[in-house]
Structures are given as C-alpha cells and as structure tokens.
C-alpha cells in the first residue's frame, strides 16, 4: 500500500513539474461562473476526504478496540422496544 501511495505522489509530481516547465502562457478570459466550478469542485473534494477519512478512522479505532479488548458498549443502557397499551374504558 505505501509503495503504491508512493508511486502516485511520485508521478502526481512529476505531472504537476512538467506543466508548471512546459506550460504555454494564455491571454484569455475567466468567467466568474468558472470560479464558482472551481470552488464547488474545490469544495467537493475537501468533502469527500473528510468522509474518506472518518471511515478510516472508525475502523481502525473499531480494529484497535477489538485488539486491546475495549467494548465502548460497556456502560450503556439498553431499553427495550416493548409497547405496552392499556384497554382500559374512561366512563
């Protein structure tokens, strides 16, 4: 897993030093709808790697709970789902 995340920064890189180097200059105009993509999409992304993350984290706490014998259960209450109905008539 790490020489593959590895890998990838690697060439995220060398993709990001070569366009930064071989770039080609444009005098062109942006539109005020492509920032508001732009922070949607930035948006977006900051999102689903707070998302991407709180998973992770529950489960590696879940895995190391399991590990060291914790039971976050421990001292809770647990009620019971009975639905008890009286037929008693008011007169």
Same mark, same amino acid.
């Given at each position: 897993m790490k020489k593959v995340l590895g890998i990838i920064c690697f $060439?995220? $890189?060398v993709f990001a030093?070569?366009?930064l180097l071989f770039g080609a200059n444009a005098s062109a105009y942006i539109d005020p709808s492509v920032m508001t993509y732009l922070i949607q999409a930035v948006a977006g992304v900051i999102i689903a790697v707070g998302a991407a993350l709180g998973i992770h984290f529950r489960k590696a706490k879940k895995k190391i709970s &399991? @590990?060291?014998?914790i039971d976050e259960n421990k &001292? @809770? +209450?647990? +009620? *019971? /789902? /009975?639905?008890?109905? *009286? /037929?008693k008539d008011d007169e």
């Open positions: $060439a995220s $890189a030093s070569g366009m &399991n @590990k060291l014998g &001292n @809770k +209450e647990v +009620e *019971s /789902d /009975d639905i008890i109905v *009286s /037929d």
